[in-house]
């Protein structure tokens, strides 16, 4: 049936993106040295629009622990230093001059934990935003059962669905994993 493969390529996109979302929030979180990616999810207010930090300013790394944020147009420097602080990735941000310095804290094991506690709050938010696209399949399946499709076609679109869910959540569950390992390393 086309309409049933339409959904599934539809849920499979929306899948893809959550997972990319998560790997952008993953590799934002800190495991103990300063890296430019880390600051890739962060959104700063432009003369009221969100936008990309890396579309403001260059990032650029100052010894091991520390990054260099130069925006372009010094007038946004306190917006850059607002907006990494409010992205809640456990760093801290100081403007100086032209620019605005951030600080990776040094990794204790209280860090650690707390940015586990982290990477799991960002792994429960992606199963979250899955759910709703889940059950937006399941609705569209029972139209077009009421439609005419039989239930030998809904049961296996289904157990197809179930599939889909389970691959999805393994996946995700797989960089949470790998996520943590690197933070207790």
Known sequence: MEE?????????EKLEQIKKNLSEQY???NEGHAMPSALDSVMVDVFGTQTPIQHIATISREG???LVVSPFD?????NIETAIVNADLGLSAASFGSGVRVTFPP???ENREGLKKLAKQKLEDAKNTMKPNREKVINEMKKLEKDGMSKDDHASAKKDLQKTVDDFVSDL????DKKTKALSL
Request: charged fraction near 20%.
């Open 173 to 176: 569950s797989q960089m949470y």
């Open 74 to 78: 010094v007038n946004q420097t306190k």
């Open 107 to 109: 990794m204790t094991e």
């Open 27 to 29: 590799a934002g979180i």
């Open 64 to 66: 091991v622990t520390s």
């Open 4 to 12: 049933l493969k339409k959904l599934f390529s539809n849920l499979d």
